[in-house]
């Protein structure tokens, strides 16, 4: 059961680098999302897609980049790299659109990314 | 801008204790959802409560969704340590949206 894998798991660039966190699951799932972590601010929305070739901004879009051209695929780019994007990064999937009551709301998440920029 | 908090933030307890984590917000959201995060894995669901008042049990832990909707609490009776855990509270805003509070870092000591 692979669920939602993310690539890499931990990366370090340097400040004006650019990289793609991958993230992929094979449940089928319409929604995917990514959210960033950082101490005492819990989970944040960077971007979402509620299925394939529809993106749309979450609370945090700024410096990150998605695209959705298969259901089972959601990377997300950062085009230049800066300090404050020191976090760790999640992908979501659901069902159905998140929140809902029964199995179709549930968010599974992947293991995480952690990334380092100097 | 919708936001939650979470309280207390960081909670250690002794084997057995039992304890309460709030989840408060200003807004009103259409329902809300627990989970559970262990070190260097995401968050797990726990529980779902989406009717204003609702009370839902799993084995030791009490899920109540506040009557107007703008609150809920986490009941934990007779703590364990495989409990210890972040607990993360997250509200749905629209229908294509969830937002997740700050958590709290419960730590049970055997």
């Known amino acids: 059961n692979a669920g939602v894998t993310q690539t890499p798991k931990f990366q370090v660039l340097k400040t004006g680098q650019s990289m793609t966190l991958q993230c992929a699951q094979d449940m089928n799932h319409e929604y995917m999302s990514w959210y960033r972590q950082d101490p005492g601010m819990g989970l944040r929305l960077i971007h979402y897609s509620v299925g394939a ?25 950062l085009l230049s790299a800066a300090p404050s994007q020191t976090s760790v990064y999640f992908c979501a999937s659901s069902y159905s659109y998140p929140g809902l009551a029964g199995v179709g709301g549930e968010l ?4 995480g990314s952690r990334l380092t920029v100097l | 801008t919708q936001l939650l908090e979470q309280s207390p933030q960081f909670l250690s307890i002794q084997e057995g204790e039992n304890l309460t984590v709030y989840c408060n917000s200003s807004s009103v959201f259409s329902s809300l959802q627990w989970y559970r995060q ?16 609702e009370v839902k049990k799993l084995k030791r832990l009490t899920f109540q969704f506040g009557d107007a909707r703008k609150d809920s609490s986490l009941h934990i009776t007779a703590a364990q340590p495989g409990d210890t855990g972040l607990y993360l509270c997250a509200g749905k805003t629209s229908y294509d949206k969830v937002i997740f509070g700050p958590g709290t870092s419960l730590s049970v000591i055997p």
């Open chain 1, 53 to 77: 070739g529809i993106t749309d901004q979450g609370e945090v879009p700024n410096g990150y980049n998605v695209s959705r051209s298969t259901t089972e695929d959601f990377p997300l780019r």
């Open chain 1, 108 to 111: 599974f998440f992947g293991e």
């Open chain 2, 38 to 53: 262990e070190p260097g894995e995401g968050p797990v669901l726990l529980v779902t409560v989406v009717t204003g008042g």
